[in-house]
């Protein structure tokens, strides 16, 4: 069995974060904790958390290998995870693609993929346009 010892304070600051956090990731790695160091078996944290057995056991094993003072860091999402903005770079140029091709979305496309290298789909497009709230969509 594999159980995480808390300090006091460290049980403390868990539950201070835990009620206050809106992460639901940060609240179950939390809970997970607790648990563990309430003497939870892996598989009644797993079911209490909804968390894969790889996951915890990869987030039990970096809390560990972690330095007391940054272990709260670990709780957190890294930075540069999920998709990349594709079109934050040309973001300026679009009212202008809209009004020249009047709001014709596949002409736009191309015309981005043609000129700036940037291939994007359809829908992607048209979410970077409502965010952008240009008008003559078609």
């Known amino acids: 069995m594999r159980f995480i010892e808390l300090e006091d304070s460290e049980k403390e600051e868990l539950v201070r974060r ?7 990731t940060v609240r179950k790695r939390i809970q997970a904790l ?5 003497y939870y078996s892996m598989k009644e944290i797993i079911e209490a958390t909804g968390m894969s057995r790889t996951t915890l056991y990869r ?15 670990t709780l ?8 990349k903005p594709k079109l934050d770079s040309i973001i300026e140029v679009l009212p202008d693609l809209v009004e020249r091709f009047n709001g014709r979305i596949s ?9 700036y290298g940037i291939k994007v789909s359809r829908p992607t ?7 952008e709230n240009i008008n003559n969509i078609k």
Do not use: M, P
């Not at 607790?34 to 309430?38: G, V």
């Not at 002409?107 to 000129?115: A, D, G, S, T, Y």
């Open 18 to 24: 835990y009620a206050s956090h809106k992460s639901a």
């Open 59 to 73: 987030f039990f094993k970096e809390w560990e290998n972690t330095e007391l003072s940054e272990r709260i860091n």
């Open 34 to 38: 607790i648990l563990s160091s309430q």
């Open 107 to 115: 002409v736009i496309l191309r015309v981005i993929e043609e000129n």
């Open 76 to 83: 957190f999402i890294k930075d540069g995870r999920g998709a």
């Open 125 to 131: 497009l048209q979410k970077y346009l409502r965010i």
